[in-house]
Structure formats: structure tokens, C-alpha cells
């Protein structure tokens, strides 16, 4: 089975202090995802990779950054957090192919930020 | 860009109920995947269904792309299955998921 691992469950961070958040997927899956979910907003996507040292901005990109060296792993940053960045944060993974037939999460990490 | 509007908001049943939820879409896809975020937060796919209908167990889901609708029934419903349900849709090809708010599910024992 796939596995997309988040490093933290839970982060409580500063206003004002950078923060990455760290995903790794031992599928050899090409695409990787950053999401956000609020309640009642649904997930909304932040940035996305289709390859190594590749990313696209997503819906909502801005106060947000990411990086990928490898393949394996996908970290997003915040270059500055902000109390509205308060939020689950979901990683995804995928194959690349014609379609995205499947798509497979990250357990969330939870940030608050005070 | 596209939208996708999920039917009811919230849904509370009594375990052996059957339910449906719906997801509309407000264009053409070809991606179309259900998902069950259990009460942990974990979300599983459950279906990729672009159009046709398909069946696992007592889960099954029917997408009509011509009128861009589609129903995931879920028969005689256990607690197990509360949690909350996404529909994502994407435009074509590998274009990433755009996800409903989801509709909360509350299986009463």
C-alpha cells in the first residue's frame, strides 16, 4: 500500500516564524499535492509538483512556499506564519498518467499558530 | 474555474439506514473520485468514477457526466461510516482535484 507520511500531527508555531512541513511518499509517485482544510471550505490546494524541482501554484498559493529536491518528498513552507495559516494541512501523492485515477493522502498535520 | 456543490451539508442516521449523497459539478470532467475522511482525519478513496457506476460492498456510486451529477449510496450504514465525504473533480488529463466541502456524516448506533 501507498504511503504519504507527514512529519508532525500537531505544530504550534509563532506569528512571525518560518515553518516547513514535511511529506515523503514511498510509491515513486510523481505528483504531489499541498492542501489546506477549514471547516465548511473543503480542501483547497496550495501548490502542486508534476516532477522533481517542478511546482505550480494551486488556489491559494500566497504566504506559502514549497520545495522538492527528490522525488520522495514535497515540503511546504511558510515563509512567515500568520494566524490565518491556522489550519490542517494535507499532503497527496499520485502517478502520473493521462488521468489521476487515484489520489492518496497524508494522515494532516494540524498547525495552530498563536 | 470549476465548482462542486455536495448535497446534504450534514447527515445524521440510524446505523441500518440507507442514504445518498449527491455532487454536482458546474462543468465537463473527466475525473471524478469519492473520498471518506474518517473522524481521525485520514481521508481514503473510495471511487474514481468519471461516469458509469460502481460497487464496493456497501458502497456504490453512479456519475452521470451528461448531467454532470453524482450519487455515492451507502446501504444499511454502520457507525464506522461517520465521517466526513468528498467529491473531487478535475477539468482533464493530470489536472489536480478540486474538492466539495463535503457532506458530514453522523451514524447513530
Known amino acids: 500500500d501507498v504511503k504519504v507520511t507527514q512529519s508532525s500531527r500537531y505544530l504550534v508555531k509563532r506569528t512571525g516564524e518560518k515553518v516547513f512541513l514535511e511529506c515523503v511518499q514511498d510509491?515513486?509517485?510523481?505528483?504531489m499535492f499541498w492542501y489546506r482544510q477549514d471547516p465548511g471550505l473543503g480542501l483547497r490546494l496550495i501548490y502542486f509538483?508534476?516532477?522533481?524541482?517542478?511546482?505550480e501554484k494551486g488556489d491559494i498559493p500566497e504566504g506559502y512556499s514549497v520545495s522538492r529536491e527528490k522525488k520522495e518528498r514535497f515540503s511546504l513552507i511558510l515563509e512567515s506564519a500568520s494566524t490565518n495559516q491556522t489550519s490542517m494541512y494535507l499532503c497527496?501523492?499520485?502517478?502520473?498518467?493521462?488521468?489521476?485515477?487515484?489520489?492518496?493522502f497524508g494522515s494532516g498535520t494540524q498547525l495552530s499558530v498563536l | 474555474g470549476i465548482q462542486v456543490e455536495q448535497s446534504p451539508p450534514d447527515l445524521i442516521l440510524q446505523e441500518g439506514a440507507n442514504s445518498t449523497l449527491r455532487c454536482n459539478f458546474s462543468?465537463?470532467?473527466?475525473?471524478l473520485q469519492w473520498f471518506h475522511q474518517n473522524p481521525w482525519g485520514q481521508l481514503i478513496n473510495l471511487f474514481y468514477?468519471?461516469?458509469g457506476t460502481k460497487q464496493n460492498g456497501r458502497l456504490s456510486a453512479t456519475t452521470v457526466a451528461t448531467e454532470r451529477y453524482s450519487l455515492l449510496y451507502i446501504s444499511s450504514s454502520q457507525t464506522t461510516d461517520s465521517g466526513v465525504y468528498f467529491c473531487?473533480?478535475?477539468?482533464?488529463?493530470?489536472?489536480?482535484?478540486?474538492f466539495g466541502k463535503g457532506t458530514r456524516l453522523s451514524v447513530i448506533a
Open positions: 468514477i468519471p461516469s
Open positions: 509538483s508534476y516532477d522533481v524541482k517542478m511546482k
Open positions: 510509491m515513486d509517485h510523481e505528483n
Open positions: 462543468d465537463s470532467v473527466n475525473n
Open positions: 473531487a473533480v478535475a477539468y482533464s488529463g493530470n489536472t489536480p482535484l478540486v
Open positions: 497527496a501523492s499520485s502517478t502520473q498518467g493521462r488521468v489521476v485515477e487515484k489520489l492518496f
